[in-house]
């Protein structure tokens, strides 16, 4: 690790509403200075100096509902059918694009195989693997006919679901990923009207299973985060002790009331990104307008905007991450939903970065070290050519990020930039500017870059 004086940038420290223009001095991986306006650090203090060139430098992003193990399965039942050695393969590439993508964390909300998360997050941690800072999950703890269940009764299929029936049965699965060395448990305690057997506003695991699930895992000393789209599930995860609720969609007034009662100890994220793509862009990849009504999908996002402008009014933390990793949501467009909050959900886009900034740090168990830039935090940073503040647009996709530093470390420098290109699906090179609308699946990786005038 070295040095760095970062000088001539617009700062937005995640703090403060608004961005100044400033210096930030990195010595190792902790920032050491924050300097405003007239101010100026001694450049005697760093072995190298950046010039930002007057754009803007803001915390490292956290993707909070993590899916690096989702490589683009038109059904669930796809993700069993991956031999594991290509799919460890293809998560490793999830890794490193989504922090070409500006995302210097992740929360895993599950992996499609026991150990493939915890594998990734070893080979990050460990120095071999370029990716974010990632905490590791299991698959889903689902039961019988719940979320995750693809099996028929003449046939089985495996997805992204652990299944276990009872309290014994989920005690032991939730050991089961504990041994194996996840840091955070997930249950879904409802369905999802993307599955015909479980609908969204049916609750399938019990609650006596559930409590039994999160207390065994806070045993272990694991994080606990479920799947709760229906108000009764919300209900049941509060009650159990659940740490991180997502989805939340249909929450009534009792839920909300709940939640906002434990708002100091609970984060919820709407994983919104898979809805929205649905609904709106679902002609990308064949699903008509007659599909997505069969679905309930246009009530489940006028229930997921109320609720989530309610969230806002009663200051519930809320953390972005919209289910990427479909071939409907491909890893990539992460970013987007922290445009999403400012359009659908009235945030600022202030709010909406933090969301996707300090929230996100919170739920990573760095709060007050991510997420923020000042003194003594970690050194997890992005400069951006635009404002996000403005745009939030800017921050979707790797194209327009000239810095990305984690924790001291150069995996983007901005000293080094050249343009880039990516390939679309028939293998054609496109310059990676604008990037919105151009969005990358987990097949369409961004090549190295290349000099002037080769693209």
């Known amino acids: 690790m070295g040095s760095y004086l970062i000088k001539n940038v617009t700062v937005w420290d995640g703090i403060e509403d608004a961005a100044y223009p400033g210096?930030?001095?990195?010595?190792?991986?902790?920032?050491?200075?924050?300097?405003?306006?007239?101010?100026?650090?001694?450049?005697?203090?760093?072995?190298?100096?950046?010039?930002?060139?007057?754009?803007?430098?803001?915390?490292?992003?956290?993707?909070?509902?993590?899916?690096?193990?989702?490589?683009?399965?038109?059904?669930?039942?796809?993700?069993?059918?991956?031999?594991p050695e290509?799919?460890?393969?293809?998560?490793?590439?999830?890794?490193?694009?989504?922090?070409?993508?500006?995302?210097?964390?992740?929360?895993?909300?599950?992996?499609?195989k026991l150990r493939l998360d915890v594998v990734v997050r070893q080979?990050?941690?460990?120095?071999?693997?370029?990716?974010?800072?990632?905490?590791?999950?299991?698959?889903?703890?689902?039961?019988?006919?719940?979320?995750?269940?693809?099996?028929?009764?003449?046939?089985?299929?495996?997805?992204?679901?652990?299944i276990a029936d009872g309290v014994d049965e989920i005690r032991r699965a939730v050991r089961l990923c504990c041994r194996e060395g996840v840091d955070n448990v997930k249950f879904n305690v409802s369905g999802d009207d993307f599955v015909s057997n479980a609908p969204a506003e049916i609750v399938s695991i019990s609650e006596e299973e559930l409590t039994v699930g999160v207390a065994t895992a806070h045993d272990f000393g694991k994080r606990v985060a479920c799947h709760s789209r229906a108000a009764e599930s919300v209900k049941r995860a509060v009650r159990a002790g659940v740490d991180c609720i997502y989805h939340c969609d249909y929450a009534?007034?009792?839920?909300?009331?709940?939640?906002?009662?434990?708002?100091?100890?609970?984060?919820?994220?709407?994983?919104?990104?898979?809805?929205?793509?649905?609904?709106?862009?679902?002609?990308?990849?064949?699903?008509?307008?007659?599909?997505?009504?069969?679905?309930?999908?246009?009530?489940?996002?006028?229930?997921?905007?109320?609720?989530?402008?309610?969230?806002?009014?009663?200051?519930?933390?809320?953390?972005?991450?919209?289910?990427?990793?479909?071939?409907i949501t491909p890893i990539g467009q992460n970013a987007r939903d922290i445009g999403h909050f400012v359009k659908f959900f009235g945030y600022t886009p202030a709010e909406a970065l933090r969301c996707a900034t300090g929230v996100g740090a919170d739920l990573m168990g760095h709060k007050g070290e991510l997420g923020i830039v000042k003194h003594g935090a970690l050194a997890d940073l992005l400069i951006v050519d635009g404002n996000p503040l403005e745009d939030q647009d800017v921050l979707v996709g790797p194209a327009r990020f000239s810095m990305i530093m984690k924790d001291g470390v150069m995996h983007r420098d901005p000293r080094n930039r050249k343009p880039a290109f990516y390939r679309d699906g028939a293998g054609h090179k496109h310059s990676s500017r604008p990037v919105q609308k151009q969005w990358l699946s987990v097949d369409?990786?961004?090549e190295p870059d290349l000099p002037a005038g080769q693209i």
């Open 252 to 327: 009534d007034e009792e839920a909300l009331d709940m939640l906002e009662a434990v708002k100091d100890r609970v984060i919820v994220g709407p994983a919104f990104g898979l809805v929205h793509n649905s609904v709106y862009e679902g002609d990308v990849v064949g699903m008509t307008r007659a599909r997505v009504e069969e679905m309930n999908l246009f009530r489940k996002i006028e229930f997921t905007i109320a609720t989530y402008h309610e969230m806002r009014k009663r200051n519930m933390r809320v953390v972005v991450g919209g289910d990427y990793g479909f071939t």
């Open 444 to 446: 369409q990786n961004l």
């Open 123 to 162: 080979e990050i941690e460990d120095g071999f693997l370029a990716g974010p800072r990632y905490r590791a999950a299991g698959p889903e703890i689902t039961v019988t006919g719940g979320l995750g269940d693809e099996r028929k009764h003449h046939t089985n299929f495996e997805s992204f679901g652990m």
């Open 86 to 112: 290509e799919h460890l393969l293809r998560t490793m590439r999830n890794a490193t694009f989504l922090l070409d993508c500006g995302f210097t964390s992740a929360y895993s909300a599950a992996s499609a």
């Open 23 to 83: 210096e930030v001095l990195v010595e190792g991986n902790y920032i050491t200075g924050v300097a405003r306006g007239s101010e100026h650090i001694d450049a005697g203090r760093a072995a190298e100096v950046i010039d930002g060139k007057g754009q803007f430098l803001m915390p490292g992003m956290v993707e909070g509902h993590c899916h690096l193990s989702f490589v683009g399965p038109a059904r669930n039942q796809d993700l069993g059918e991956i031999p």
